[in-house]
């Protein structure tokens, strides 16, 4: 009986007692598949626990668990109308059931990649909620038609209109064929790179650049590979895209050498381990710690907690001064000026003593204190002490500077007084 016809068949026999024992098979299909899907989630969700695993796994397996209950349901229903058919009159209603339940486990499929793909830490902006909402609306069209049985005048429509492509005429039918393809290769090829990518940052025994690499050049093969791929699988000629290659490497040499050199020195930091991220950096006038390295620039995250995006070509470039490319202890100083009249021998080993007894302070190497010049107004002091964690920088400066205050006070040193420029008459 052709699809065609389905509905008919089931306004006919809506009388037909076959159909109840179909609804109850439909039903209970629906809640088996519920039901094992919620299984399997705990089960993994458990198994990840007393493996000691992280929560990605329990974190990917229940947003995976809205796609896995429908999957499990079209599969249930597919059995249940292969056992029921040589016992039944018809089997319409399963057959319904089939493109309805199926339609919806596409959709959350679908809605299931682009969130792992595009969205970032839990947060589905705007444009990605809108695209789920045209991607359902077109996936229920597709199977209202189907139903219907319009489906195949659609696509004999398509098919019969040919759009002119320079000397080749190309059917509607086989555009739509292409993007399709292309998007569902393209997206599980993005999938696969967010999960290798995923897999490769919790690998501990590999540097953090090789992982960045390894995880940027697998991305990049995975979806040069599903636009090959796709485009092969609709009849596209690959020969064609030799024209596009050529047009894309002028358009490089004529107006993206910025880009390009930008992408190519992203490889470079990334390869040559210069910079790690968690390395703090200064570069012209940015200073902060690395937060991420891109393919075309890299963020640096300041103690005030702003990100600046810093092309990578600067960093490939220009003097680059890394805090903790060999070892993250850093060397702090703080300057003084106190009166001709202070006795050094007795004060400089008092504040290596005040700065010593600071907790982030290392021991090894012991703070030291030095008569750093003799300025006109005073005597100018250097203090320098060592910590093992360059973003403490800051807040173990002023933890030295207030308690060398209180030490000055306490001894009674005298600071000089910058004299006051007299006013012009």
């Not at 699809?3 to 098979?25: F, G, K, Y």
């Not at 695993?53 to 397996?61: C, E, I, L």
């Not at 045209?134 to 759009?163: M, R």
């Amino acid at each position: 009986m052709p699809l065609s016809n389905l509905l008919n068949d089931l306004l006919t026999d809506i009388r037909d007692p076959h159909l109840l024992w179909q609804a109850v098979a439909i039903a209970a299909c629906v809640g088996a598949g519920w039901f094992l899907a919620r299984l399997i989630r705990s089960n993994v969700a458990n198994d990840s626990v007393d493996d000691g695993r992280s929560g990605v796994v329990r974190a990917g397996v229940a947003s995976f668990g809205h796609v896995l209950a429908p999957l499990l349901v079209v599969a249930l229903i597919f059995i249940a109308t292969l056992a029921l058919k040589p016992f039944l009159h018809n089997v319409y209603l399963l057959r319904v059931a089939l493109p309805v339940f199926g339609s919806l486990a596409v959709i959350r499929l679908a809605f299931y990649l682009l969130r792992r793909v595009f969205a970032r830490h839990g947060h589905i902006g705007a444009t990605i909620l809108t695209f789920e909402k045209i991607f359902a609306l077109l996936v229920w069209l597709a199977v209202a038609l189907h139903l219907t049985g319009l489906w195949p005048d659609v696509f004999a429509f398509l098919d019969d209109t040919v759009l002119p492509l320079g000397r080749n005429k190309v059917s509607l039918a086989t555009i739509l064929q292409a993007a399709v393809s292309v998007i569902i290769f393209l997206m599980l090829a993005l999938w696969a790179g967010t999960a290798l990518e995923e897999r490769l940052m919790r690998v501990e025994g590999l540097h953090t650049s090789l992982r960045v690499v390894m995880a940027r050049m697998s991305r990049a093969v995975l979806i040069l590979v599903a636009v090959l791929v796709s485009l092969s699988m609709v009849g596209i000629d690959l020969t064609v895209l030799s024209v596009f290659g050529g047009a894309l490497g002028v358009g490089l040499g004529l107006g993206l050498q910025k880009i390009a050199s930008n992408y190519v020195s992203g490889f470079i930091i990334l390869l040559e381990r210069s910079l790690a991220i968690g390395d703090t950096i200064t570069v012209d006038k940015y200073t902060g710690k690395v937060a991420r390295i891109n393919t075309r620039y890299t963020v640096l995250r300041s103690l005030d907690g702003t990100d600046s995006m810093v092309p990578n070509e600067m960093l490939v470039s220009g003097a680059v001064i890394n805090s903790s490319l060999a070892d993250k202890k850093t060397r702090v100083v703080t300057l003084m000026t106190v009166g001709f009249d202070a006795n050094l021998d007795a004060l400089l080993p008092k504040l290596e003593a005040a700065c010593a007894a600071l907790p982030r302070v290392m021991a090894e190497p012991a703070p030291a204190a030095m008569l750093n010049r003799f300025a006109p107004n005073g005597l100018e002091l250097e203090v320098g002490m060592w910590i093992a964690n360059p973003d403490l920088r800051g807040s173990v400066l002023s933890e030295a500077n207030m308690k060398l205050w209180s030490l000055l006070q306490a001894e009674g040193i005298s600071f000089p007084k910058t004299s006051a420029v007299p006013d012009k008459a």
